[in-house]
C-alpha cells in the first residue's frame, strides 16, 4: 500500500543545512517529488527526482534517494529564514492513477 | 510549467449553502487533480478529472457531494456542496505536465481557503 512519512518538526539556525527525511512504501514509485508550502500559500515544487537516480542538485538544495531502505531526503545548504515552511514529499506511482501520495508535511523553522 | 489560478482565493460560506471553485491553467493539461488539505494536514485527493469523461472520486468522497466539471483541457470546476464545517480546508487543483512535457511533474494552485460557519 501507499504510505509516506516524514517528521513533523526541524529547526535550524540560519546558515546552516537543513536535512528534511523521508520514508515510503511502495517500491513501484517512480517518481518522488518535494513541494515547500510557506503560509497562507500553495504548493511549489521544488524539486524531484526519478526512481533510477540515487542524487539529484539544484543549487543549494540535494536530493538523496536510497531505493534499498526507501528513504528520500532533501537537504538545503546554508539554509535562510525565507526557508522558513513546510515541505511536502510525494510520490509518484505510475500505475495509471497518476496522483501523488503526500507525506504529512515537515515544518522548517529557521532560527537567525 | 504550467501557471494555475484559482477562484477565489478564499471564502466564508454559512452551513448548507455551496460554493464552486474555479482553476484556470495558461496551458492544456491532460489531467487535472483536486486536493483537499484539512487545517494542520496534509493533502488529500479528492477526483481526478479528464476532459470528456466523469470525474473519478477517491474513496470516502462522492460525486453528489463534490461535483466536478471540465468542460476543456485548461478549465476545471469542484463544487462543494450542502457545505458544513468540516468542510472548511484548503482546496488546490493541480495539473500534470502540460502537452509537450516529457517529465512527470505536476504544479498546484494557490489553493481557495474556505471557512464554513
Known amino acids: 500500500g501507499e504510505d509516506v512519512e516524514q517528521s513533523l518538526f526541524l529547526s535550524v539556525r540560519e546558515g546552516d543545512s537543513s536535512v528534511i527525511n523521508c520514508t515510503y512504501t511502495?517500491?513501484?514509485?517512480?517518481?518522488l517529488y518535494w513541494y515547500k508550502q510557506e503560509p497562507g500559500a500553495g504548493l511549489q515544487l521544488l524539486t524531484y527526482i526519478f526512481s533510477n537516480m540515487d542524487m539529484k542538485q539544484d543549487q543549494r538544495l540535494t536530493v538523496l534517494l536510497n531505493k534499498k531502505d526507501k528513504h528520500l531526503s532533501l537537504r538545503i545548504a546554508d539554509t535562510q529564514t525565507g526557508d522558513s515552511a513546510i515541505y511536502f514529499c510525494?510520490?509518484?506511482?505510475?500505475?495509471?492513477?497518476?496522483?501523488?501520495?503526500f507525506g504529512s508535511g515537515t515544518r522548517l523553522q529557521v532560527q537567525p | 510549467s504550467a501557471v494555475i489560478s484559482q477562484k477565489p482565493s478564499r471564502d466564508i460560506c454559512q452551513r448548507g449553502t455551496s460554493l464552486t471553485i474555479q482553476c484556470q491553467v495558461d496551458?492544456?493539461?491532460?489531467?487535472m487533480f483536486w486536493y483537499r488539505q484539512q487545517p494542520g494536514q496534509s493533502l488529500t485527493l479528492i477526483a481526478t478529472?479528464?476532459?470528456?469523461?466523469?470525474?473519478?472520486?477517491e474513496s470516502g468522497f462522492v460525486i453528489d457531494k463534490f461535483p466536478i466539471s471540465r468542460p476543456n483541457l485548461t478549465f476545471s470546476t469542484l463544487t462543494v456542496s450542502n457545505m458544513s464545517p468540516e468542510d472548511s480546508s484548503i482546496y488546490l487543483c493541480?495539473?500534470?505536465?502540460?502537452?509537450?512535457?516529457?517529465?512527470?511533474?505536476?504544479?498546484f494552485g494557490p489553493g481557495t481557503r474556505l471557512l464554513v460557519l
Open positions: 511502495d517500491s513501484s514509485s517512480t517518481y
Open positions: 493541480s495539473v500534470d505536465s502540460p502537452w509537450g512535457g516529457v517529465e512527470e511533474t505536476q504544479y
Open positions: 496551458s492544456q493539461v491532460t489531467m
Open positions: 510525494a510520490e509518484f506511482l505510475d500505475t495509471g492513477r497518476r496522483a501523488l501520495t
Open positions: 478529472a479528464n476532459q470528456g469523461s466523469e470525474a473519478t472520486y
